[in-house]
């Protein structure tokens, strides 16, 4: 079985930090895996290293997505090629209308495929479609990007850009976090949305409750750069009983 | 007929010795600003004492150019229009020439403000409204063209009656290399309310050199905003004094520069009067080689109890190469006031950047919506929906300039 995405010894640096340490993950096509680890262990500073944040200096391994060298590319051209990165923190944009952002995006992508654009009232009827579905108020479409924004309101935006934009590989930066149930359940939703033998997701979280919602094929968890250990879903569930100690130690 | 050879402030003062006995108004005051003007000459030009409201910006370039007087016509355009300083077309309810009747005002410094001096010793023209107590004079549009040249010294006095109301604004472009030298004096009553709307943007060659000086009574409000993008050196120098309790002035303004553009924004909020409020901020976007001042001074006189002082002045660069000096000060002899001021200077912000482009925008695309987000946010003071949009073309025009 080919896979999606493809990481091969992968190691980066913030500076002189090394904080990979050399990652060998495969993601099949269809697949969801979650990523689990401790506090520090470079779970995030994966998925910068992935979409492609350049102060992260890769120093060695190799990235393929969809048989595309993906490091090579930069972030917007893997954006276009179905990349779509949930930030933990959502940055914000003074003075940019979120509609004209998300229009922006899609068309930019869109532009990338060899789409015809939509104009805006194309576009509004699109995206108050998918907010109905993903049960968000519309009110969302005229503030400034995630300014002023509640720590829920900023993940939920993550997830209305990851319908619109419709990636083919999601990874998902602890989107969880911080979310009470039902704003989890919209996340979940947002992704099982795009579950099909075409999509793929790498779902970074501390917590088991997000996987009770969107089930992984596979959980591996990250420690001091490495992948310790990988399972199937029920290591979630042993890690969520038992903390990382015990799977530490037995890596060490 | 008047040949003039004299470069800088001799060239002016030349042309003042040939056609002074021509042009209207008081003549001694004519005489004592000639004097001034002497003594003063055009700062970092002339030999003498460094002054320093002059401390970063020189006129040096002029020194070195004759100008003549204005002579030339241009096409008709929206409202009142005056080219090379001299009126040409356009009526209005309240409106009058000052070559019909001279009005120098009361406000300015003239022995202290080289700028205001040259322009009280040269001024042959210039728009004088007149709005009576408790009228609405609605939206009133005043065009300047500069001709190459030519060097035009409008003088402009705006007087509005107590609980008057009215909306100006001015747009100033040309071609070639001129100097505009406008000085403008606005007068707001009690409870009146001028919103006072500048959009300069001059030939790439021109020199703007303007003075306002402003006066607000009890209750009254003048809210300002001045646009620069035009002219190779630009200098916006305003006065403003609240001068009765409850007195509202807004000096805001963007300044938006590329290749080796020089624009000085230099502004005093004189706080005479108790429970007054000055609100400024200025944002500045720096391209090439282009140079940014700020100068904001809040004053706070002894007894201006209550008043509420906000000054901030913000600078995006977009080049290693630009530059901008802010220097906010405050004055304060008055004990129970709430004044701050702040500056900010920076560049675009590398995580915007990567949000931006995480979700397929390209680099260029992202750079180019955060710089105009920053503008968008500088034009936030403008309430006036015409004023508003023809300051967003003025914007969308120098942003496709800079993209060309």
């Known amino acids: 079985m080919t896979a999606m995405l493809d990481i091969s010894g992968l190691t980066a640096s913030i500076g002189d930090k090394p904080i990979l340490k050399g990652i060998d993950l495969s993601v099949p096509a269809g697949e969801i895996h979650a990523i689990m680890g401790p506090n520090g262990s470079g779970k995030s500073t994966l998925g910068y290293v992935l979409a492609g944040r350049e102060d992260y200096e890769v ?25 779509f990165l949930a930030f933990q923190a959502p940055i914000e944009l003074p003075g940019v209308n979120n509609a004209n952002f998300l229009r922006t995006a899609l068309n930019a992508i869109r532009r990338a495929h060899g789409e015809d654009e939509l104009d805006a009232v194309q576009f509004l009827k699109f995206a108050r479609a998918e907010m109905k579905r993903l049960s968000m108020d519309g009110e969302m479409l005229k503030r400034n990007v995630n300014v002023g924004f509640s720590g829920g309101e900023k993940k939920r935006n993550e997830v209305l850009q990851m319908a619109l934009l419709r990636p083919r590989f999601a990874v998902l930066d602890e989107t969880d976090s911080g979310l009470d149930i039902d704003a989890l359940r919209i996340v979940a939703e947002g992704v099982n949305a795009l579950r099909g033998p075409n999509f793929s997701a790498l779902v970074v979280t501390h917590h088991q409750r997000l996987l009770d919602h969107l089930v992984p094929h596979r959980v591996h968890v990250l420690a001091q750069g490495r992948i310790i250990r990988s399972g199937g879903p029920e290591l979630a569930k042993e890690l969520e009983k038992n903390g990382y100690s015990a799977v530490l130690a037995e890596a060490a | 007929m008047n040949a003039i050879s004299d470069t800088g402030a001799a060239g002016f003062l030349a042309r003042f010795a040939a056609m002074q006995g021509r042009l209207p108004g008081d003549s001694t005051l004519r005489l004592a600003a000639a004097n001034a003007f002497r003594s003063l000459g055009l700062p970092g030009a002339t030999r003498g004492r460094r002054v320093e409201a002059w401390k970063y910006t020189s006129l040096q370039a002029l020194g070195g150019m004759s100008f003549r007087a204005g002579a030339a016509t241009a096409p008709a355009a929206k409202g009142i ?43 042959e023209d210039g728009a004088i409204f ?90 009254g409000t003048y809210d300002g905003f001045t646009l620069n993008t035009g002219a190779r050196l630009t200098r916006t120098e305003i006065h403003a004094s609240l001068n009765g309790p409850g007195a509202v002035a807004h000096l805001n303004g963007a300044q938006l520069l590329s290749g080796s553009q020089h624009a000085d924004f230099t502004s005093v909020a004189r706080h005479a009067a108790p429970k007054g409020t000055s609100r400024q901020t200025v944002k500045n976007v720096l391209a090439g080689q282009s140079r940014g001042v700020f100068q904001g001074r809040i004053e706070v006189a002894r007894g201006a109890q209550g008043t509420d002082g906000y000054q901030m002045n913000r600078a995006l660069l ?87």
């Open chain 2, 318 to 404: 977009l080049s290693p190469d630009a530059e901008i000096d802010t220097k906010p000060e405050l004055e304060i002899f008055a004990d129970d006031v709430k004044c701050s001021h702040g500056a900010t200077i920076g560049e675009l912000d590398a995580e915007q950047i990567f949000y931006l482009r995480s979700r397929g925008i390209p680099d260029s695309e992202a750079r180019a919506m955060l710089v105009r987000a920053f503008l968008a946010e500088a034009l936030d003071p403008v309430t006036n929906d015409t004023a508003r949009e023809l300051l967003e073309d003025a914007v969308a025009r120098w942003w496709e300039g800079q993209a060309a």
């Open chain 1, 59 to 83: 120093t060695g391994g190799t990235v393929t997505f969809e048989g595309q060298d993906m490091l090579a590319m930069a972030p917007e051209a893997r954006a276009a090629a179905g990349l």
């Open chain 2, 81 to 123: 229009v005056f080219v090379d300083g001299r009126f040409q077309s356009g009526t209005e309810k309240n409106f009058a020439r000052f070559a019909d009747r001279a009005d120098f005002g009361e406000l300015s410094w003239p022995d202290r403000d080289p700028m205001a001096a040259l322009n009280t010793m040269l001024a």
């Open chain 2, 130 to 219: 007149q709005i009576p107590a408790g009228i609405d004079a609605g939206l009133v549009h005043l065009t300047h063209i500069g001709t190459d040249g030519a060097s035009a010294h409008p003088r402009q006095t705006i007087r509005l009656g107590a609980g008057a109301r009215m909306t100006l604004i001015e747009t100033m472009s040309g071609s070639g290399c001129y100097l505009h030298n406008p000085v403008t004096e606005a007068h707001v009553a009690d409870g009146a309310l001028l919103t006072h709307i500048r959009i300069q943007a001059d030939a790439p060659a021109a020199f703007h050199l303007a003075t306002l000086y402003v006066a607000v009574a009890a209750g």
